[in-house]
């Protein structure tokens, strides 16, 4: 018999909190390297549209978080080209020295790491981005692949088809050119297998939060659309759902196009029949789908019903106790222009070196930053102020000014709430045990930021749907703190290597509905260190 929708993603989501303790199928699965996906999507036989490739400096995070919202401006060809370019593209080759298993071989160009702005589980990278430009657009109308490897647009139909983009929305829309944000499972599920639907949604999460901060940057107005019905636009672009699948789309007003010839209506706009009949280049010999992966994603993309109140009651709940005031953030800690804050931005995977110790200044400032987002989907229907659904939390370790233990993030007073003292074993005795990688020592970590949420109140609020759109909510906030961490030239590594339950009982949320997702290892980078970067 088939469980309801929403019992298969709460089985989901409970399999993952528990994996530390009891693994997830497939058991003794391996990694065939050998025949792993590309990086790098590309189409044979479609037709490249250059981009610009000039990348101006941008405002600073200081800018971003304090300037207020101006009129945005439209999108152009050029704005558009450096959104994709600092959130997706290709930026340069990494190859430093690191706790990873596999630094040896990065030294061969087979095996190299390319930088991008965007953080990603495991470094996989499986969003897959198209562009469908209607009439208004600078270019020919028609349907485009961000090809990420050689910045170009791949054109794979002409014609306005941006119809079939609004015959799944869950609102009128006046706009006729989107950007759409897919998810190509295999991508991500040939290392992760069934723990790939977790982290590819947080990984769109934090492409989207990118996107914020950049559009913030360029002046150009960002709406995301994740309430929608993907059948239309997946059938557009000649998707197998159960393999690839539209997530998010942007609508996009260009600059100087005045308004858009798309007609507002009240009822359904029947697609135009027409596909997509470009099929990508596949890498792998052998694609393998896990039934686990199917079917939460069909459980997760059924329809949307939104209730505004549940929404709002979704919030984590209000903790009691005296927060202690932070210090005002130090602004003049964020003056790095975004542009060269998502060029340099990377993971630390074990670098961590102590002394100098991380500061309560440092924290304070990427706290601040991290819970500055607007984190709630356009199409929703929801208040401008409607809460967020995640809390930040600390687990200070080694940290100039504050004593270890686990507090709470209050980000309406800039302050922290003590919720449990330090283990008798030492914090980073407590933290190496719960977290069952080998590439990062606790001892040299200075605090773990956890992102929880209420994922049974969200799916009260969302429906299944819920469990995407919290997880787009944690990889905003842990983009966010990747930049503020950048832009202070502090060190940071997002995990999902820890063992949830126990850092749930460390911060007194057994009994409650709260349950932390992600966690971002904070400290300081090892100065001396063996370090090449090659800019493209």
């Known amino acids: 018999m088939q469980l309801p929708a929403r019992d298969i993603v709460r089985d989901y989501t409970e399999a993952v909190f528990r994996r530390a303790r009891v693994p997830m199928e497939p058991l003794n699965f391996e990694v065939d390297w050998v025949d792993q996906p590309s990086r790098h999507t590309a189409y044979p036989g479609a037709t490249p549209v250059p981009l610009p490739a000039r990348l101006p400096e941008l405002a600073t995070l200081r800018e971003l978080f304090t300037r207020e919202p101006a009129d945005p401006a439209g999108w152009s060809m050029e704005r558009l080209a450096i959104l994709l370019r600092l959130s997706y593209g290709v930026l340069d080759r990494r190859m430093t020295v690191n706790w990873n298993q596999d630094v040896a071989k990065r030294a061969h160009f087979e095996h190299a790491v390319w930088g ?28 485009y692949h961000y090809d990420t490897g050689r910045h170009v647009l791949q054109r794979l139909l002409v014609g306005d088809v941006s119809d079939s983009i609004r015959a799944g929305l869950a609102e009128p829309e006046q706009a006729d050119s989107f950007l759409v944000a897919s998810l190509r499972f295999w991508k991500n599920s040939f290392k992760y297998n ?36 993907p059948e239309p636009m997946d059938r557009l672009l000649g998707f197998d759902s159960d393999q ?41 010999r052998r694609v393998q789908q896990f039934p686990t992966v199917t079917e939460v994603h069909r459980a997760a993309a059924t329809a949307v019903v939104v209730d505004p109140a549940a929404v709002a009651a979704a919030a984590p709940r209000p903790l009691p106790g005296d927060p202690v005031e932070l210090a005002a953030p130090r602004l003049d800690l964020l003056d790095r222009p975004l542009s060269t804050v998502l060029a340099t931005r990377s993971s630390s995977f074990g670098r961590f070196r102590r002394p100098p110790e991380l500061t ?93 949420g209420r994922l049974d109140a969200v799916l009260d609020a969302y429906g299944p749907r819920g469990y995407r759109i919290l997880n787009a909510e944690i990889g905003a906030v842990a983009q966010r703190v990747y930049c503020a961490t950048t832009a202070q030239r502090i060190g940071c590594g997002a995990v999902l290597g820890f063992d949830n339950v126990s850092m749930d009982e460390a911060l007194g949320l057994t009994d409650t509905d709260e349950r932390t997702v992600l966690f971002l290892l904070l400290g300081r980078n090892a100065e001396a260190v063996a370090d090449l970067e090659y800019r493209l």
């Open 194 to 229: 069934s723990f790939c639907y977790h982290v590819v949604t947080q990984d769109l999460g934090a492409l989207l939060g990118s996107w914020e901060l950049l559009a913030s940057a360029l002046g150009a107005p960002l709406r995301r659309l994740l309430c929608f019905d």
């Open 360 to 452: 309560v200044a440092d924290l304070g400032t990427t706290l601040a930053f991290a819970a500055a987002g607007r984190p709630q989907p356009a199409d929703a229907g929801l208040p401008a102020d409607t809460p967020a659904l995640t809390r930040l939390w600390v687990f200070a370790n080694h940290l100039d000014g504050l004593p270890a233990g686990g507090y709470a993030y209050c980000p309406r007073r800039h302050a922290l709430l003590p919720v449990a003292p330090e283990p008798e074993a030492g914090m980073s005795a407590f933290l190496q045990q719960q977290y069952f990688l080998t590439n990062y020592t606790m001892g040299q970590v200075g605090a773990v930021l956890a992102i929880s």
């Open 244 to 284: 690839q699948s539209t997530f998010a789309v942007v609508p996009l007003t260009w600059s100087g196009a005045g308004d858009p010839a798309a007609p507002v209506v009240d009822q359904p706009i029947p697609p135009t029949p027409v596909q997509v009949r470009h099929t990508p280049h596949e890498r792998s």
């Open 116 to 143: 991008r702005g965007t953080a990603s589980g495991g470094g996989m990278y499986p969003v897959e981005v198209y562009l469908v430009a209607g009439a208004s657009a600078p270019l020919l109308p028609g349907v």
